[in-house]
């Protein structure tokens, strides 16, 4: 080997890590897709090691919350403690479902009640479903009722229908057929149909009004809504008087 071909060699060389570290630094994005890289190659070598992360256990229902949920139940009780209804829905919604905590039906009803409290929707279907049917501990007719109300005024079509079966029955409030109408009505203008039926069966009852009953089994069967059909055969057999 001659005495000129070793310093050329080492030129060359020195020339390729100058050339290499400049193509590194010229473009911050292209040195993060290199590390990237390295680590994705490098990740199943230090795994053993000890030096690779390690993967953290998740939650089955974690990616069934928005992202927003994802934060943490502290994070949206610094929220709700301000008065954000929204992370109190949120957090009704972790106590519930136990995510970032154990299951906790009565803290979540409480939370969801601070939302209703402040005209959260879903919150007020919530606190109403909760009480409904007692998941929290007993039942409560009356506030099951009252939440019910407030979603149903808001023009919530199963709230409504909900509160319209409460009152004609007088389960947790005082039997009121007008306002059992109404509210069959709102519910049926809001997407249940079923309260159609409802308003019509209602109005054979008491001081039985024939053309009233008419108009909502024939809007029934327009819905087909199961039975209608029967009951408008049976109406028009029936004079009006």
């Known amino acids: ?80 403690e301000r008065g954000d209804a929204q992370a109190a829905y949120r957090l009704g919604q972790i106590y519930q479902q136990g995510l970032d905590r154990p299951v906790d039906l009565a803290t979540a009803l409480r939370w969801y009640v601070k939302a209703a409290q402040a005209g959260h929707l879903e919150a007020q279907k919530k606190a109403a479903d909760f009480f409904h049917r007692g998941i929290a501990g007993r039942a409560d007719l009356a506030a099951a009722a009252r939440w019910y109300r407030a979603a149903a005024d808001q023009a919530d079509g199963p709230a409504a229908f909900n509160l319209a079966l409460l009152l004609e029955n007088g389960r947790g409030v005082t039997r009121d057929p007008r306002a059992a109408a109404h509210y069959y009505e709102v519910a049926f203008n809001n997407q249940v149909p079923q309260a159609a039926l409802n308003r019509a069966l209602l109005a054979l009852q008491g001081e039985i009004n024939l053309a009233d009953a008419r108009l909502w089994a024939e809007r029934a069967a327009a819905a087909a809504v199961p039975g209608a059909d029967q009951l408008l055969v049976q109406l028009q057999a029936r004079p009006v008087k």
């Open 1 to 80: 080997m001659s005495a000129t071909l070793i310093p050329r060699r080492r030129r060359a060389n020195s020339a390729r890590r100058i050339a290499f570290w400049r193509f590194f630094f010229a473009a911050p994005r292209r040195a993060l897709g290199i590390g990237a890289l390295l680590a994705v190659l490098l990740g199943p070598l230090l795994g053993p090691l000890g030096l690779a992360p390690v993967a953290r256990a998740q939650d089955p229902q974690w990616n069934r919350l928005p992202w927003d949920a994802r934060l943490g139940g502290s994070w949206f009780e610094e929220l709700a």
